[in-house]
């Protein structure tokens, strides 16, 4: 049985991530928005903000395209193939898992082209940190990936419904964690918010990691990836196994 | 496995809408054979939808119970997604997905391994000459290829019971004759059971072996089309006279020869509806003649299925919606 669960959400898995191996540049069009960023925003910051301003922008890509993962699932539930799956003698939960498994792919790729771009750029690289700040990422990813997919299946075929939570929710993560300005100097209500924020701990930690600080905020960005990725999941499998 | 593919027992569903609850599905009570060939009938929101998702285990019965492939819908929903195969009102196969690469990945959820699957994805590629359109992403597909994948990864695992949901809505008329030779080659090859819900009565009149008409979300008729239409519809002969004394004369023939037709006599033709309409005709017209009740045309029409609907319920199929119980079950399917 448990076999049986491992071999749906590999299949599940494969399945996702076909039409991204056969079209990558995909992966490029799900990050326009924060390349913007790197681009146009971060020649206002001083000089030698680099190294604080990137690890940032890599967690926002990762929340980007993660959070935008549940439209997939939702254009398939208004087509039949997801009907047709539900049909299938596979676990619900191999249905949400590998789909969410899948989000760590674009991730890793997206985040391997930020480097690529702003390595020239006086940007030091240290690469045992870059790799524990991905593996969190990834973790964190899934999370997101996960919560998505609840909330298209929540929303039940009304995308306007799963875009303005969406968008909502998108923003004051973005703003709260620190990502474009450092909340340091914030009033204490905003301080006080920020703190109540995962995304603030994804990236103080990444930005520890990326700096080749490994101590007590990767730990936290551990701490705060897991959570995320286990309420993500076990969101996401419930609302699955409520959908039959 | 008993000769029994299909047995519910009270099957009941319904949905909350806003405050109101709406009945879609009223203790059905029914068996299907082994080999049988089945079409449920009746009007958008009859309950016809609402009762297959039940028994493919998409949808949980507010009451009732059903065995299907010989396994309960409620307590072990996976055996008897093992053993069905469902092709539903949308398209199987993802539209960023390529066809061949659904088929096996399809087949791999049914358990089968990565060679047998790919060598049952190019049988049934074969089969329904889809090879052309396989290598395609689904999205550029024609409507009629995308029917033509959903029914190939509806067989990926030979299915001993197939459901269709509305099979041949949406496709053109050559599409939709092409589908109903392969669901009936399907079975008559294969013994598959099928089982398809239609509102095209000359789908269910053309393939069904029987005929369940259902309305309101109960079961108002259930036996072969031909048994249905001979006895609750008959033949409609309709004479016309050149004379209104002809006319009434010939009722009251017809009326004292067929007690138990329906004569409805107006201004310059008589209608009757009557069993056996073409076996009547010759004799009646020579019988009228004897009586100077010289008619000047006469026609036969065989009933069709929408006669019989009409003659159960006094409503047209062809007009006939239950809206209400439709919407509640958009909302829920959505």
């Given amino acids: ?244 | 496995m008993t000769a029994k593919m299909i047995e519910t027992h009270g099957l009941t569903r319904h949905f909350k809408v806003g405050k109101e609850t709406v009945e879609a599905v009223r203790g059905l009570d029914f068996h299907i054979n082994k080999g049988e060939l089945v079409a449920l009938l009746g009007p958008n929101g009859a309950g016809k939808s609402t009762t297959l998702r039940m028994l493919t285990t998409l949808l949980p019965p507010t009451a009732g119970t059903a065995a299907v492939a010989g396994y309960d819908i409620a307590s072990n929903p996976r055996q008897v997604r093992q053993h069905i195969g469902y092709i539903g009102q949308g398209n199987g196969a993802g539209h960023t997905q390529r066809g061949r690469e659904e088929l096996i990945t399809q087949g791999r959820f049914y358990g089968l391994n990565k060679k047998a699957a790919t060598a049952r994805a190019d049988e049934l590629i074969e089969a329904l000459d889809l090879a052309a359109v396989t290598g395609r992403n689904v999205g550029t597909l024609s409507g009629g290829q995308r029917r033509r994948l959903d029914i190939a990864m509806g067989l990926i695992h030979e299915p001993e019971l197939l459901f269709l949901d509305e099979p041949s809505t949406g496709l053109d008329p050559q599409n939709r004759a092409n589908l109903q030779e392969q669901i009936q080659r399907l079975h008559t090859t294969r013994g598959t059971t099928i089982v398809l819900t239609t509102h095209y009565l000359e789908e269910a009149d053309a393939m069904a072996e029987r005929v369940i008409v259902v309305d309101h979300g109960r079961i108002i008729a259930d036996d072969t089309a031909q048994n249905l239409k001979n006895n609750l519809a008959g033949d409609r002969i309709t004479l016309t006279f050149g004379e209104a004394s002809h006319t009434i004369i010939a009722a009251e023939h017809v009326t004292r020869l067929r007690p138990q037709a329906a004569v409805t006599p107006t201004a310059g033709s008589l209608t009757i509806r009557t069993i056996g309409g073409p076996e009547l005709l010759p004799s009646l017209l020579r019988d009228l003649d004897d009586q100077g009740a010289k008619a000047q045309s006469a026609e036969v029409v065989r009933p069709t299925l929408d006669d019989v609907f009409l003659a159960l319920t006094g409503r047209s199929l062809r007009e006939s919606t239950n809206t209400d119980v439709q919407n509640a079950e958009q909302e829920v399917a959505a």
């Fill in chain 1, 1 to 244: 049985m448990s076999t049986a669960i491992f071999t749906d959400t590999m299949t599940v898995f494969n399945r996702e991530l076909r039409p991204l191996r056969r079209d990558p540049l995909a992966i490029i069009f799900g990050m326009i928005q924060p390349l913007i960023f790197l681009g146009l925003f971060s020649p206002l910051l001083p000089d030698g903000s680099l190294q604080w301003f990137v690890p940032g922008i890599v967690v926002m890509t990762c929340l980007f395209s993660t959070s935008f993962a549940g439209s997939a699932l939702m254009a398939e539930m208004q087509t039949g193939a997801h009907e047709r799956m539900l049909v299938a003698p596979i676990a619900r939960s191999a249905l949400l898992v590998g789909r969410a498994l899948k989000e760590i792919v674009p991730t890793f790729a997206q985040t391997a082209i930020i480097l690529l771009i702003v390595t020239p750029f006086s940007f030091e690289l240290h690469l045992p940190g870059v790799v524990l700040g991905l593996i969190i990422l990834a973790i964190f990813g899934v999370g997101i990936g996960a919560l998505s997919y609840s909330l298209a299946i929540v929303a039940e075929g009304q995308d306007w419904l799963f875009w303005t939570v969406q968008q909502t929710l998108l923003f004051p993560m973005l703003l709260l964690a620190g990502i474009l300005l450092p909340v340091d100097h914030a009033p204490g209500w905003l301080q006080a918010m920020s703190d109540c924020n995962p995304l603030t701990y994804i990236v103080n930690a990444e930005r520890a990691l990326f700096a080749g600080t490994i101590g007590a905020d990767a730990a936290w960005g551990l701490v705060a990836a897991l959570g995320v990725a286990a309420l993500g999941l076990i969101l996401g499998v419930r609302a699955m196994r409520k959908t039959v």
